[in-house]
């Protein structure tokens, strides 16, 4: 199953509402998917899995929706800490794949 | 607490072997399936494959299936990954990754550092 996460990068400001979006080549079984946050030189951090349930100590800023082939990360306001690599995975289908990921960076 | 300590950074030639070491601690070893995942420079992650450390069955991704080689000890809590034939692609970071859930081998949550091997003649 293919991942493909939109927009590549998205540009935006401390406080507003990020939503990136992952599309899948065919339906994730299950609804399987979970959402990584990643920064430099660091391994990557689970934010939610199930596609809408939040992992443990993640803030309530950070939401994933979704079902099929469209699932999407919404992150309400953004706080500084928040500007990363964010990658979506799929596990419903086998193998497991990842998307290309999309980059959130300071407007 | 979970912990992940991973081996140090190897430098390969082409055509030669890396085996990477993934020592977990703080939680039941075989109760977690362990994945091992890796990044190119300035890329993307790649699932490699996972290992059930109770019964040592293993699932490959197909990009991988024949070159890599996944074994654990249940004596020392430890998990290996060795790739074989090595080429200048294969420089990248690895990682191994838990499983967030018992016995299942769906997604990693806890991480180790990661271990960069770097393929130069």
């Known amino acids: 199953t293919v991942l493909t996460q939109s927009p590549g990068t998205l540009s935006l400001s401390l406080g507003e509402r990020a939503t990136l979006s992952c599309r899948a080549s065919?339906?994730?079984?299950?609804?399987?998917l979970v959402w990584y946050q990643q920064k430099p030189g660091q391994a990557p951090r689970l934010l939610i899995y199930d596609a809408s349930s939040r992992a443990t100590g993640i803030p309530d800023r950070f939401s994933g929706s979704g079902s099929g082939t469209d699932f999407t990360l919404t992150i309400s306001r953004l706080e500084p800490e928040d500007f990363a690599v964010y990658y979506c995975q799929q596990y419903g289908n086998s193998p497991i794949t990842f998307g290309q990921g999309t980059r959130l960076q300071i407007k | 607490q979970v912990q992940l300590v991973q081996s140090g950074a190897e430098v390969k030639k082409p055509g030669a072997s890396v085996k990477v070491t993934c020592k977990a601690s703080g939680y039941t070893f075989t109760s977690y399936y362990m994945h091992w995942l890796r990044q190119a420079p300035g890329q993307g992650l790649d699932w490699m494959g996972v290992?059930?450390?109770?019964?040592?069955?293993?699932s490959y991704a197909q990009k991988f299936q024949g070159r890599v080689t996944m074994t654990r000890d249940t004596s020392t809590s430890t998990v290996y990954m060795e790739l074989s034939s090595l080429r200048s692609e294969d420089t990248a970071v690895y990682y191994c990754?838990?499983?967030?859930?018992?016995?299942?081998?769906?997604?990693?949550?806890?991480w180790g550092q990661g271990t960069l091997v770097t393929v130069s003649s």
């Open positions: 290992i059930n450390p109770s019964s040592g069955s293993i």
């Open positions: 065919q339906s994730v079984s299950n609804n399987y």
């Open positions: 990754g838990r499983d967030r859930k018992v016995n299942s081998g769906n997604h990693p949550d806890y």
